[in-house]
């Protein structure tokens, strides 16, 4: 949009005095963002009702991404640098004497994810509209998203992560005309109506109420804006003596209350089980009406409407769809289970069969009666119809979606769609061949590989704006627009003066993350050190462990020579575990226990120290990434869908250390074996040792005295105040014989970071190598995966 200064300076005074009733001059950073957002709200709303008009009188097909977490963190300077108007509201601010930063500051993190997921939900939606494609978010409108995280005496401590604040969600449209009704419990039973027709008799039912919030999503330099529509629940004015109790209330609150609640009991597996029926019903009801109105024939809404699964969390869509299309529409089965695969397509973010998620019979029978009905019903037209192929039958039961007592719901989405993908080359493949195998043998035609991809913008011109001036300097500011132009700076890859500059922005990155470390821990960091990061969920095949053990090897070298020739280094990591999850908050522990014994050693003479950054968020990420030198990608290879910090890494220059796992692979396809640190086994050498049962981790602990060393710190009392935590993490290791091979790869991992090293002293060197890596990484946009979405699985037009 065109917007002078003296515009928005006007704007935004008006609309300042108007609802804050203050000058410039007496307003806080809470209210100049207040006044801002609503400043850019005003600008934003005839975009949005034009777009909205655009899509009815063109009746063109959208598809609805349903995802239980979104991440987009804060929003403002996103949707500012979209609308292309950052640097007028900058300059604006710089001629009113007000601290940009400090306002930007003042606006939380939406806090309605957890890590790669909901960030590339996010991604997905930025792409949507940046790209032109009609496509709308669908999730949950949490109020304390997953949680705060503290560490207090080296222990995580989970606290509500009130995100709304005082100010709620500034971007947010409450739409009362889409309110819908959700039904759950009850008992269902079915009879014939005057028509001679099966229906549905539900009794004893609970209803709760579904209030939909829409969230703006701004396109790049297109003034085009998607939807975000995210779901509140309340109980019914009608239907208040269902709920009579405050503890009845409650728990109708719980439902959007927190992403992932604690699922270890039976009344945390219930609730997890309607907070995703919740939004998934309410999504598909609100998508029904609005197809409708179209007025085209129901049974062809596949025409229309593509509705995407993104992990299993939605996958009770296709039943659910199937139970309104003919409960609530009087579709037939056939014409809406055709109807039903059509429109339905799953994206799968992981290889771990344990992770697919599962759910009791009983306590989805109790939960979704009708929806439970009609499962059963898939389930045995399916096995018919296999049968009737003359499959094996093992093969059937393999991929049948009722067995052993348990819902498969990655079986219930793929049988119920059109389209599987996975997130990364080797992701799909091993989905081919091991996880989904059978399913891939019944249905070769629905597999299919999208790569993730991540937000440039946000990452460069947002995360790292000194790099993006230095770009601009070298090839001009078409990248910004088109990100495949930044394979242009790769012919400055030999320019001595362009390197040094390179070099001279990482270092002036890491200065400012290094002030914000003293800030926020005490340590002091030097900015010539190597800044190793590793920021991530906290899992065991992420392997942090692998990355600490090292670390406690290098403690042990200077203990026993303090003038080791190394080059200095910061082990950074940053990362949430889950709630019920010990082993990951005893990783936690010992991180933060090993930072305050090497960090108070001053023996090392500075050349180790490590740093634990508490409640990892976006916009922490925003601070972090730019200034990392080595990226830590590090998992046992075959466990890792794809990964998107490697990507972000990548792009502001970090090198990545990594195994063959993976994104990774087609992140060293695009920067060439000398710009990018490999090690460990790969996929065929794991899948060996899963094969021959040869692996055995106290032989390799027993026949090895540096891992012998190693390991042993973690009991013979060098780490203080680890006995709990040691003695579960050494178990882990030996006792339970190291599941994600840590000690096979400890040696290889060791000899590539001696060689990150040996190639950081060579500061021209690797300030090619970070510009290779910066140049390429437009392989990983977004954009371009959401072109292939639109084409190749939801047919869109733009």
Do not use: C
């Not at 052993?404 to 493949?429: C, F, P, R, W, Y």
């Not at 790569?451 to 910004?480: F, V």
């Not at 970071?753 to 990484?777: C, F, G, P, V």
């Amino acid at each position: 949009m065109e917007l002078t200064k003296e515009r928005f300076i006007r704007d935004f005074k008006d609309i300042l005095h108007e609802r804050q009733l203050i000058k410039v001059a007496d307003a806080t950073s809470v209210e100049l963002f207040q006044a801002l957002a609503s400043t850019v709200r005003k600008y934003i709303t005839p975009l949005w009702l034009e777009r909205r008009n655009q899509l009815i009188e063109q009746q063109q097909k959208t598809a609805y991404y349903f995802s239980i977490e979104f991440l987009p963190g804060r929003m403002l300077e996103t949707n500012l640098l979209n609308l292309g108007i950052l640097d007028t509201v900058k300059e604006g601010f710089a001629e009113l004497g007000v601290d940009f930063e400090d306002v930007k500051n003042a606006e939380y993190d939406m806090a309605l994810g957890n890590g790669g997921l909901g960030r590339l939900a996010a991604a997905f939606m930025d792409s949507l509209a940046t790209t032109g494609y009609p496509g709308f978010g669908n999730g949950i409108r949490y109020r304390y998203g997953l949680f705060k995280q503290r560490i207090v005496d080296g222990y995580q401590v989970e606290i509500p992560d009130a995100w709304f604040g005082s100010l709620g969600n500034v971007w947010e449209t409450r739409k009362d005309h889409d309110i819908v009704d959700v039904k759950i419990f009850g008992n269902v039973s079915l009879h014939a109506n005057e028509k001679g027709r099966i229906v549905p008799l539900y009794e004893n039912s609970k209803i709760l109420r579904a209030v939909p919030y829409d969230v703006p999503q701004i396109g790049f330099g297109n003034d085009t804006v998607n939807n975000l529509r995210l779901w509140d629940v309340e109980i019914p004015e009608e239907h208040e003596l269902d709920y009579p109790t405050i503890e009845a209330r409650r728990r109708v609150q719980d439902i959007t209350a927190i992403l992932y609640p604690d699922d270890s009991s039976y009344e945390g597996k219930e609730l997890r089980l309607i907070q995703e029926y919740f939004m998934t019903s309410a999504g598909l009801q609100t998508i029904i009406k609005s197809y409708l109105k179209q007025g085209r024939p129901l049974k062809d809404i596949h025409e229309k409407v593509s509705v995407h699964i993104n992990d299993t969390h939605p996958a009770v869509a296709p039943a659910e769809f199937m139970r309104l299309l003919m409960d609530e529409y009087d579709l037939e089965w056939a014409d809406a289970w055709n109807a039903t695969v059509k429109t339905m397509s799953y994206t799968n973010h992981t290889i771990l069969s344990e992770a697919l998620e599962k759910w009791d019979a009983e306590l989805f029978k109790n939960v979704l009666p009708r929806v439970y009905q009609i499962i059963l019903e898939i389930d045995n037209r399916y096995v018919a119809e296999m049968a009737g192929r003359g499959l094996d039958p093992q093969v059937i039961e393999n991929t049948r979606i009722v067995k052993d007592n348990q819902i498969h719901m990655a079986h219930l989405a793929i049988i119920g769609g059109h389209s599987i993908n996975g997130v990364a080359k080797l992701h799909t493949e091993l989905l081919k061949e091991d996880t989904l195998r059978d399913f891939y043998s019944i249905y070769p035609e629905k597999f299919n590989n999208k790569t993730n991809g991540i937000i440039q913008r946000r990452w460069l011109q947002i995360a790292d704006q000194p790099l993006s001036a230095e770009i601009d300097k070298l090839i001009g500011k078409g990248w910004r627009s088109d990100i495949h132009e930044l394979r242009k700076l790769l012919e400055f890859k030999d320019d001595p003066q362009v390197l040094g500059d390179f070099y001279r922005v990482k270092q002036e990155a890491k200065a400012r993350l290094a002030d914000f470390i003293k800030e926020s821990t005490g340590a002091e960091v030097s900015t010539e050190a190597i800044f190793d990061v590793q920021v991530k969920r906290l899992h065991a095949y992420k392997r942090q462990l692998l990355n600490l053990l090292h670390i406690i090897k290098l403690y042990w070298d200077l203990k026993d020579n303090p003038n080791k020739d190394m080059v200095p280094r910061v082990f950074i990591f940053g990362a949430k575990a889950a709630p019920g999850y010990h082993f990951a908050k005893s990783v936690i522990k010992l991180i933060n226990e090993v930072a305050n014994l090497v960090n108070k050693d001053e023996s090392l003479q500075g050349k180790l120290k490590v740093v634990f950054l508490e409640n990892y968020r976006v916009s922490l990420a925003e601070l972090i990434i730019p200034a990392a030198d080595v990226s830590e990608q590090i998992s046992l290879a075959s466990k890792e869908a794809s990964g998107t910090s490697n990507m972000k890494f990548m792009m502001t220059g970090a090198i990545t250390l990594a195994t063959l796992d993976g994104a990774n692979i087609e992140i060293k396809d695009e920067v060439g074996d000398d710009n990018i640190v490999i090690f460990g086994m790969d996929k065929d050498q794991v899948y060996k040792h899963y094969a021959r049962h040869d692996y055995y981790s106290r032989g390799v602990y027993e026949s090895n005295p540096d891992i012998r060393r190693v390991v042993d710190t973690f009991v013979n009392g060098t780490i203080p105040n680890v006995r709990e935590e040691g003695s579960e993490i050494y178990e882990a290791l030996i006792t339970h014989n190291d599941e994600y091979f840590l000690l096979e790869d400890f040696h290889s991992y060791v000899e590539a970071q001696e060689k990150i090293d040996a190639l950081y002293r060579d500061k021209e060197k690797w300030a090619r190598m970070s510009l290779i890596n910066i140049a390429t990484s437009d392989k990983f946009t977004s954009d371009d995966t959401i072109e292939q979405y639109a084409k190749e699985i939801w047919n869109l037009e733009k």
